[in-house]
């Protein structure tokens, strides 16, 4: 979407506002309740002053009763007090309501992103998307925020518009004696011109302000550019993984700053300066030197009725507020109608994002013991743990393209999980390994064939069900910067002793009693400052002992040793038939010798399963992708004699 080229039309634009009031409206109607009491307070205050400051000055210059007098003031004082103190309580619960809303709007964002099909967040259209929601957002508030906003004001601008006409209703109503000489100004024309100044300036001003606007519309585009820049600039320097590239290969200075440069919008005499010191400024000049003008036509003709009689001075300041809260209601309401306009583009934005649709087919049949089995001990475990369950999961010629792709990922791959067994699944890079467990987790359909979880098709299944059957390790998997426990369990409320044989069985004992506060260590300095920082291969049986804790039948390793030293590695491979316990395991792995102990091991090439069987028969083929691969790494492990035994 290209927000400056958009011109929304007003039907249009009440239409995304009036969606996006049913999504808050439901989500945080407080706001929207302190906001307008906030804004019509706001409005109305000056006015209650204005009047009875009129009504204390009325009173001086003509009967000067001290007992009236005293009242007024003593009236004057007590609701200048309480409504400052209302509109100051006010305040404080619409900044408190602000701040509970921000976060639920961030949690709509948050529960899309994570409820989407897996293939959506893979997509360049959602994530420009949801880009363009957080720029505009950190820009200038647009999107769903400015609309409660927005909202708000009006209704401010309207009070001061009702306010205004009934505090000057008496301005045109009073009569000057017609014996005087201004007879003249209880004619009806005197009405009509001063309304008819009153409504040419304020359109004149909003058009003068709409100028304006459109000098910042015009570079919106730009804009949001360089605030993608800074933001991926800026939030660069303070990623953690990025930190030691930065530094060796001094990217700051080579690569950061003069992109920095290069961006001509923020900086002192930029694209944005300029256009504030030049059109901008000028538009919004003229139309303050126009109010100016409407102040003292008012002015004018207001003393002129309270001379001849009509009033008495006192009023003036009424009057002459009453015009000006009038005129400013009016402009500052057709200004936000224009601003609501310009919204509805980041509003037509966000609704694309939260009406992506979700393709993939969400079946509802239950799998038997497939209860959550990380909560505490005795807390929501299943009867019957789902690891003790009978699962086989077949793959019946299956094809997979990714979206967008001409080229098949996986092609006619048939297979199947038998209880128990270990499945090896290995191949060159881009061979399709990770491809298959993304398929295996349902992360994706197929484009061709079935998946079968004990005959059926997987598609039937309840997702929340069929997840809960895998454990997974995957390459880039992260870690949270919370206590090392939660990390292991995924939950807040665990079982420690699990946990504890989880992290030793995946070998981190050792570290974990050099841990401060053992299980309640933080990892990572993001949430504490004395959290601890973990190494790769540390983080990786972390990782290892959080897919224990979960016990679930199927365990998949995607090349989780990567990041291990050889001595951690041989450490958990020898482990390895004990930590998987009698588990499913699939395991994905790039050195052939660390998958001989497995019952079957499967060879990819080019999205095909080319060879299948156990180390010896593989390698036994002289001719196969398999042997090819073994005689390619031996050279590595083995120099005349091998050095470097496989398990
Ligand atoms: P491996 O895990 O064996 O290295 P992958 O399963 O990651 O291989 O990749 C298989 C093929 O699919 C490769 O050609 C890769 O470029 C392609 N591929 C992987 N992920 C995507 C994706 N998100 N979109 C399009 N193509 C992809």
Not at 533 to 540: D, K, L
């Amino acid at each position: 979407m290209n927000q400056e080229n958009e011109k929304i039309s007003f039907t249009e634009a009440i239409r995304w506002q009036g969606r996006s009031w049913k999504v808050l409206g439901s989500l945080c109607p407080s706001l929207f309740i302190s906001g307008i009491l906030y804004e019509v307070s706001n409005a109305a205050i000056p006015l209650v002053e204005v009047w009875l400051s009129a009504r204390i000055l009325n009173e001086l210059v003509s009967e000067r009763d001290p007992r009236i007098l005293f009242r007024l003031v003593v009236i004057q004082l007590v609701s200048s007090a309480v409504l400052a103190a209302g509109r100051a309580l006010l305040l404080r619960w619409k900044n408190y309501e602000e701040a509970v809303c921000s976060q639920g709007v961030e949690k709509i964002y948050i529960d899309k992103m994570i409820g989407m099909d897996f293939e959506n967040i893979d997509s360049q259209y959602v994530y420009d998307t949801y880009s363009q929601i957080c720029q505009s957002d950190n820009w200038g508030g647009w999107g769903l925020k400015d609309s409660i906003y927005r909202t708000a004001q009006m209704a401010g601008q309207l009070a001061r518009i009702v306010g205004g006409v009934g505090l000057s209703v008496t301005l045109f109503a009073s009569k000057v004696p017609v014996d005087g000489g201004y007879g003249w100004l209880n004619h009806p024309l005197c009405l009509v011109v001063i309304l008819g100044i009153l409504l040419f300036v304020t359109l004149f001003s909003f058009v003068c302000s709409d100028k304006a606007n459109g000098c910042v519309d015009k570079a919106s585009g730009e804009i949001m550019l360089s605030n993608r820049f800074f933001a991926f600039f800026g939030n660069m320097c303070t990623e953690r993984e990025r930190a030691a590239d930065l530094r060796v290969y001094e990217q700051q200075e080579n690569v950061c700053n003069p992109y920095m440069e290069r961006m001509d919008m923020f900086r002192r005499g930029g694209v944005l300066a300029k256009t504030f010191a030049g059109p901008m400024g000028l538009w919004n000049g003229l139309s303050a030197s126009l109010s100016a003008i409407l102040t003292g036509a008012v002015y004018l003709f207001v003393c002129m009725k309270a001379w001849a009689g009509a009033f008495g001075v006192g009023s003036i300041a009424q009057y002459v507020g009453a015009i000006t809260s009038l005129f400013l209601g009016l402009t500052n309401l057709l200004r936000s109608l224009g601003v609501m306009r310009f919204n509805a583009a980041y509003l037509k934005n966000t609704f694309a994002f939260l009406d992506i649709p979700d393709k993939m087919y969400q079946g509802s049949r239950p799998i038997e013991g497939t209860a959550d089995n990380r909560t505490a001990a005795g807390k929501g475990l299943p009867d019957q743990p789902a690891s003790n369950k009978e699962f086989e999961i077949e793959f019946r010629d299956v094809s997979f393209k990714y979206p967008g792709s001409q080229d098949y990922a996986l092609r006619h791959v048939t297979m199947a999980f038998k209880m128990g067994r270990r499945t090896a699944v290995v191949g060159m890079n881009g061979s399709g390994k990770t491809t298959f467990i993304k398929l295996l987790c349902r992360m994706y359909d197929p484009t061709e064939g079935q998946i079968l979880l004990n005959g059926v098709d997987i598609r039937q299944y309840r997702y929340s069900d069929y997840i809960r059957l895998f454990s997974v390790v995957f390459q880039d998997f992260v870690l949270f910067a919370l206590p090392l426990g939660e990390n292991v369990a995924g939950v807040k409320d665990y079982d420690r002793e699990r946990v504890k044989e989880c992290l030793e069985k995946a070998g981190f004992s050792r570290r974990l009693d050099k841990m401060p506060d053992g299980l309640d260590t933080y990892l990572y300095k993001d949430l504490d400052k004395e959290g601890v920082e973990v190494s790769g291969g540390e983080a990786q049986k972390i990782a290892i002992a959080r897919t224990l804790y979960k016990d679930a039948p199927f365990v998949i390793l995607d090349e989780p040793t990567a990041a291990l030293d050889p001595v951690a590695e041989m450490e958990i491979y020898s482990k390895f038939n004990d930590i998987i316990e009698d588990k499913t395991a699939v395991y994905i792995s790039h050195r052939l010798s660390s998958c001989q102990f497995c019952d079957e091991i499967l060879v990819f090439d080019q999205g095909r399963i080319v060879q299948r069987g156990s180390h010896q028969i593989l390698v036994a083929d002289t001719k196969g992708k398999y042997c090819e691969m073994w005689t390619a790494q031996a050279q590595y492990y083995q120099d005349g004699e091998q050095k470097f035994a496989p398990l």
